[in-house]
């Protein structure tokens, strides 16, 4: 007998998840963990790049943590989410110190490179920026396996103009996910600072905050997410079937 419950905060939906100890090019272990659907094909993988680990960030941030709880279930997606340098989360602390995004560049392509090794029949890779993880993806996300990026309230903090110059010209897709009430960035700041990347397409979210507070948002940007990577499964069920 199967009856439906709604998907709340601490829902936990199956999923084949794999702890991963990252190796980057200069040579630190990084803490991650692998996310796939358990029974369906994969449509689709996330990259997730937290946000500012002086500031909290981790993997286990909130919508990426609930992403891996939810999506490989809910819209066939594999979900990769790691602690860069120097983060600690519950799933343990990368090896190396904070560089402000700059070593960091090793982080990202290792990741990326992990993420088209184990899976090499997807070629729908995406990488999910979160604020300080989307200054991280503008300027180093850029291998050509990346189909594009998505970045969730991205304040430009450490994004020069050449980088949004070299996507222009690159051409791949760059959504951004920009809440009414951000902090660093809202929206009619964005569209300024973003004018050399002709290609953007900038979503608008109503009443939103820089960290997505509370169950609506988080539903919300993992709707945004899923209607980019694999429209077939958007809109998201807010129910599931326990049996």
């Known amino acids: 007998m199967t009856r439906l419950e709604v998907i709340r905060a601490a829902t936990v939906l199956p999923a084949l998840r ?19 659907p358990e029974h369906q094909e994969i449509a689709g993988a996330l990259v997730m790049l937290h946000p500012l680990p002086t500031h909290g960030g981790m993997m286990d ?47 990202v392509e290792a990741a990326i490179e992990f993420v088209a090794g184990e899976l090499p029949d997807v070629s729908n890779i995406w990488v999910v920026g979160w604020s ?8 180093h996300a850029r291998e050509p396996r990346v189909k594009g990026l998505i970045l969730l ?4 903090r450490t994004s020069q103009e050449s980088d949004l110059e070299w996507w222009a010209k690159d051409g791949r897709r760059v959504i951004a996910i920009v ?21 953007l397409e900038m979503i608008e979210v109503a009443n939103g905050k820089h960290l997505w507070i509370g169950e ?19 809109p998201l069920p807010t129910e599931y079937e326990l049996t």
Do not use: M, W
């Open 61 to 107: 941030s909130h919508i990426y943590r609930k992403a891996a709880n939810r999506l490989p279930a809910l819209a066939d997606l594999a979900i990769f989410r790691f602690n860069t340098r120097g983060t600690e989360s519950e799933q343990g602390k990368s090896e190396g110190d904070f560089t402000n995004g700059v070593d960091e560049r090793f982080d």
């Open 132 to 139: 300080f993880g989307t200054d991280l993806a503008l300027k």
């Open 179 to 199: 809440p009414e009430f951000d902090d660093y960035l809202p929206p009619d700041q964005a569209r300024v600072r973003f004018t050399k990347l002709t290609q």
């Open 18 to 36: 794999t702890p991963v100890r990252l190796r980057t090019a200069d040579g630190l272990t990084l803490i991650g963990e692998l996310a796939l």
């Open 153 to 156: 309230s991205p304040p430009l």
């Open 216 to 234: 609506p948002s988080v539903q919300r940007i993992h709707n945004e997410i899923v209607k980019i990577v694999n429209p077939e499964r958007y």
